[in-house]
């Protein structure tokens, strides 16, 4: 993986020479310095309690290292999301995300797909996802097709397997089960979709 690494100095040394006898200026303009790391081809695993939750590739990615540290995917992103036993569950992709390590939350926006092996589609424009509570959630207008079904809705939550979602002020003709707008028809690996990479094993 190509990794070259820039930091952001010529604007701080050009202002610093208009205010070098000023010492508080300089270390203020210092303080801004923003450090960016740029990779191709990336391949990254998130885990959690030992567990690999999910695989994520992408063309390229910039990770800025600013009072807020995150990860930036302007070129598209694709993550293939397993259950315990390292079983493909769902894909979800975008033209853009960023990440953002300390709160371990995922943006994503810009023909955002997500897809199951239940046959289940869902399209939005943007879509967050909490690593650490396993949550996918939405206030946009969400569109998702099913087998049986085609649902429009402002507001969405779901699990990261998506065996349960909810849609609010849902627009449809079709039945959902249960009550309001709750799936709970359990995943199935239905063949229709591929991971990106294989999964790796989880750590015993």
């Given amino acids: 993986m190509m990794r070259p690494f820039h ?3 010529l604007g701080v040394l050009l202002a610093a020479a208009g205010c070098e006898n000023n010492p508080q200026e300089i270390d203020a303009l210092s303080r801004k310095v923003t450090e960016v790391e740029e990779g191709r081809n990336i391949r990254a695993i998130f885990s959690q309690a030992g567990n690999r939750k999910a695989y994520l590739t992408a063309p390229f990615m910039r990770r800025v290292k600013a009072d807020t540290l995150y990860a930036e995917f302007p070129q598209s992103i694709h993550v293939d999301f397993y259950n315990e036993q390292q079983q493909l569950q769902n894909v979800v992709t975008a033209r853009y995300a960023r990440y953002f390590e300390s709160l371990a939350k995922v943006f994503l926006r810009d ?11 869902l399209r939005c424009k ?11 959630y939405t206030s946009d207008t969400v569109l998702i ?15 990261s397997d ?3 979602y909810t849609i609010d ?3 449809g003709t079709v039945v959902m089960p249960g009550d309001g707008a709750d799936s709970t028809a359990p995943a199935a690996d239905s063949g229709t979709i591929r991971p990106s990479a294989p999964p790796v094993p989880a750590r015993q």
């Fill in 126 to 136: 943007t879509l967050w996802w909490n690593q650490n509570e396993e949550l996918f």
């Fill in 7 to 9: 930091i952001v100095l």
């Fill in 111 to 121: 023909s955002v797909v997500v897809y199951n092996t239940s046959g289940d589609t």
């Fill in 145 to 159: 097709h099913t087998l049986t079904q085609q649902l429009r809705g402002t507001g969405f939550r779901a699990k």
């Fill in 169 to 171: 002020n849902t627009v």
């Fill in 162 to 164: 998506f065996s349960k």
